[in-house]
């Protein structure tokens, strides 16, 4: 995930935390070996669910 170059630094925190959501999702389907066409259940917030769809779990 790229942080543009001329963000406001006082957005920087929540851009920060919002990374770490999505690459927490990408590392468990990662981990979980999930890959396109096997069926999983997904439990946590969206953020992390949209991280492993994008790793191939949807």
């Known amino acids: 995930m790229k942080i543009p170059a001329d ?3 006082a957005r920087l925190p ?4 919002l990374r770490n959501v999505h ?4 590392h468990a ?3 979980g ?5 096997k069926t999983v259940t997904m439990i946590g917030d969206p953020p992390r669910g949209r991280g492993r769809r994008r790793a ?3």
């Open 56 to 58: 191939g779990a949807g």
């Open 7 to 9: 963000v406001d630094t």
């Open 29 to 31: 389907a990662h981990m």
């Open 33 to 37: 070996w999930v890959e396109p066409g």
């Open 14 to 17: 929540s851009l920060l935390a």
């Open 23 to 26: 690459l927490t999702g990408y």
